[in-house]
């Protein structure tokens, strides 16, 4: 992937697109009917849409799909999209099975969201495929489950999450009639430029051969200065490391409105999951000896408040709590810019010595015979 000339404005920083649910339609509308809108091309894509093609594919009753193009956007320094970068993809289908059961105007949050890693996927551009359904529908607390798949139709992850639905918007009965009489569509502007996720590449991937010749402190420190090229997934979130020692990172994200759902001033979930995740990624990164390869194997995040896209930096701490000889456990904390902790995760990454941190080849099963990665 060929490094080119930093972009005047970053994307981060570029005037936001997307569109949010209408509050009348969102009181008049049954959770599954309000996310037919989407399907039905009535209601247009939130900000994270347009930032890295998020799109709802499909709705039915407790059940719902999400597409995602393995964009190499979102490739990280090694070039590889892995662990924590799908959960920009699926705390949309885990969420939207759950909504699919909620009468209308009847809000709900996620409180936590756990993903299992298969396998590794090249930023090649295909599509990744997220489908959730509904396993628990209770009166406050409602649990779905889902897997993602590539664009060949093999396992990537596994993956879950718990919402906790809200007290129910009171609104104006005029609004609600008025949203029932006369449903609102959006309509698609004439953009002046392509959408982020559909430009040529900013940023620059490592070659295999640094991997090889430096540690995985050196790497990520050569990341915070800035020695190493801005990684493409930096320069389209803004996300950077600002400081790393053996068995620690810290990272900064501006909490922007291009990472927002569709619901206005707020977040999208799979965002924040994602920080906290490569936060915890990146302390066990800086344990990792020269052609070591680190892979995730999985990752639980806990919300516990609702983050506003104010343009300023979140902060993330991950820490590694343990490092064996083949497994490492690491754990990490959101802040927002108030200082208040939003979120925090655990995350398991196996130690591969010896195995390229690049993928040059489809990664192959462990032989037979050989050392169980749990057994520590």
């Known amino acids: ?21 209408d509050p009348g339609t969102f009181g008049a509308l049954s959770g599954l009917d309000l996310l037919r809108r989407f399907t039905d ?73 756990s993903l299992s890693f298969i396998r590794p996927v090249l930023p090649d551009g295909g599509t990744l495929t997220g489908k959730a359904r509904l396993v628990h529908a209770g009166r406050t607390v409602l649990i779905s489950d889902g897997t993602v798949t590539d664009a060949g139709g093999q396992l990537v992850a596994l993956c879950s999450t718990r919402c906790v639905t809200l007290p129910a918007v009171q609104l104006p009965e005029e609004m609600v009639r008025q949203a029932l009489a006369v449903p609102l569509q959006q309509v698609e502007p004439d953009w002046p430029s392509p959408h982020p996720y559909e430009r040529e590449v900013q940023g620059v991937v490592q070659p295999q051969s640094v991997f090889d010749t430096l540690s995985g402190l050196e790497v990520m420190r050569g990341c915070v200065t800035g020695e190493l090229g801005r990684p493409p997934i930096s320069h389209l979130l803004g996300l950077r490391p600002t400081a790393v020692e053996e068995g620690v990172s810290e990272w900064a994200l501006p909490a922007t409105e291009w990472l927002c759902s569709p619901v206005e001033g707020r977040l999208y979930g799979g965002a924040i999951a994602y920080f906290a995740g490569n936060a915890c990624d990146g302390a066990i990164t800086t344990t990792a000896e020269p052609g070591t390869a680190i892979a995730p ?27 064996g000889r083949r497994v490492a456990i690491a754990s990490a904390e959101v802040f927002d810019a108030a200082g208040k902790l939003v979120a925090t995760a655990v995350s398991s990454s196996m130690i591969l010595p010896g195995r390229p941190v690049t993928i040059v080849r489809p990664l192959e099963p462990e032989k037979p015979g050989e050392p169980d990665p749990a057994e520590d």
């Open 1 to 21: 992937m060929p490094a080119v000339a930093v972009e005047e404005v970053p994307i981060w920083k570029e005037p936001v697109r997307g569109f949010y649910l």
């Open 41 to 113: 091309g009535l209601q247009l894509s939130p900000p994270v849409g347009y930032l890295y093609g998020l799109l709802v594919a499909g709705v039915e009753p407790g059940a719902a799909t999400f597409t995602m193009p393995a964009s190499p956007w979102l490739a990280p320094p090694h070039g590889v999209v892995t662990g924590a970068t799908l959960a920009l993809l699926v705390d949309g289908p885990l969420g939207c099975a759950v909504q699919t059961r909620l009468p209308a105007a009847t809000p709900y949050t996620t409180s936590e969201l």
């Open 297 to 323: 194997v999985d990752l639980k995040v806990y919300f516990l408040r609702p983050v506003s896209p104010d343009g300023r930096d979140l902060t993330a701490r991950g820490r590694v709590m343990h490092r």
